[in-house]
């Protein structure tokens, strides 16, 4: 009987669409936001998700294949860079963090007539700070 109806389905999916990623993607999206109109019920929210679904389904079972390929082409270029975005992010912070390990122990000022960056050791008391770039010299407590 269930072999039956796998049979019967897999009749009817053939030469259609079927689930890629881009499907995937919608499924998992659809998901959160069915657990999301459960604690905030708001009825744009309802209709985004039939809506999505509707579509979701419809990719599926589309016969044509060659422009849901299309799309789900676009959704993987689109999301490699969301993804790049954010490697590119947490590249930004580990950088940060490697330079503030290493101004440990030290000051960091800016020349007040170029803004070049000085790097002065702390617990040094007042000293007069002379700029590297333009020469400038000031007054400083490290
Ligand atoms: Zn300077």
Known sequence: ??????YKFAEFMRGRYGVDQFGRFLSALTVILILINLFVPSRLLWWIIVLLIIYLYF?????????????????LVYSSRVRGFFRDFKGSITHLKENREK?????????PRCGQKIRIPRGKGHIMVRCPKCGFEFHKKS
């Open 1 to 6: 009987m269930f072999d039956r109806f796998r």
């Open 59 to 75: 990719r599926m079972f589309s016969r044509n294949i060659a422009k849901r390929y299309a799309e789900n082409q676009r959704y």
């Open 103 to 111: 101004n440990k122990g030290y000051h960091v000022y800016k020349c």
